[in-house]
């Protein structure tokens, strides 16, 4: 059955526990659940951290979907509001584990739409994200939700600075973007989202980043301390960043 995302927003189904309470309050926010929604169709392969509300979208938009979560009862909860709304699980996968303990034996290049909404935490949503990024298509959409968390924030801030995604939506709660090319495993100097967090080796490699970093010195310690630092740092023995 095609999903009425409208009737679905209005009463959406508590498939979450919070302090022994169920809650609906977890799910993906209304412009997240429209952008998803948009994209899929059936028969894509979809893969998704974490379950709920979202797996009722990719199950009613009939994608061949794998939804990996550690909790049994939410699966129970979503098997059970499907059938009672009607719609198929039938091509829904649910492997009950955390995702850092299986991603990485999803296929790779495989995927048409990929949603990361599992754990949050450092480093399994950056576990996620490298093993996502793997097994989905060239052409593929990855959806990052949750952008409020720090985590989550780096991961489409990378994306945003990186030639293999074109981010197509950031806004303050989730990342949309478009797998282009494989740069996944580029070491860090082909990296700018990197380099610019990073300390150069040396004045002469990097003129225009350390002019930058002697001015903001300058202009928050003055003179007498930033010549100091430029005198150790030509020396070598200065930690560079720590006047960043
Ligand atoms: C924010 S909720 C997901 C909301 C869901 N996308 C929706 O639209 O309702 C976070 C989910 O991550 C799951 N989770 C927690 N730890 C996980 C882990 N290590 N691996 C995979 N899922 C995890 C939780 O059980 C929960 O389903």
Redesign the pocket.
């Known amino acids: 059955m095609a999903i009425n995302l409208k009737t679905l927003l209005a009463q959406p189904p508590k498939?979450?526990e919070k302090d022994g309470q169920l809650v609906s309050i977890?799910?993906?926010d209304h412009t997240t659940c429209v952008e998803l929604n948009t994209r899929l169709k059936p028969g894509m392969n979809t893969l998704e951290?974490?379950?709920?509300?979202?797996t009722i979208i990719f199950a009613a938009n009939r994608c061949r979907h794998t939804c990996?979560?550690?909790?049994k009862g939410?699966v129970d909860r979503i098997q059970d509001y499907c059938s009672s709304a009607s719609i198929d699980t039938s091509n829904v996968q649910f492997v009950i584990a955390?995702?850092?303990e299986v991603i990485h034996q999803m296929s790779r290049s495989a995927y048409d739409v990929i949603?990361i909404?599992?754990?949050h935490g450092f480093p399994?949503a950056f576990v996620d994200f490298y093993y996502a990024t793997k097994a989905l298509r060239l052409g593929g959409t990855l959806i990052v939700?949750d952008l409020h968390i720090d985590t989550c924030n780096l991961i489409a801030s990378f994306m945003q600075s990186d030639a293999g995604w074109d981010v197509v939506l950031m806004n303050q709660r989730v990342a949309i973007g478009i797998k282009v090319s494989d740069t996944i495993d580029n070491e860090w100097i082909r990296q700018p989202f990197v380099v610019l967090r990073s300390n150069p080796p040396s004045v002469m490699s990097r003129p225009l980043y350390y002019a930058g970093v002697g001015l903001r010195s300058l202009l928050a310690e003055g003179v007498g301390k930033t010549a100091k630092k430029v005198v150790r740092k030509l020396s070598g023995a200065t930690r560079w960043h720590a006047i960043r």
């Open positions: 498939l979450h977890w799910r993906i951290t974490g379950s709920g509300l979202s990996i979560v550690p909790i939410e955390k995702s850092g949603l909404d599992g754990c399994s939700d």
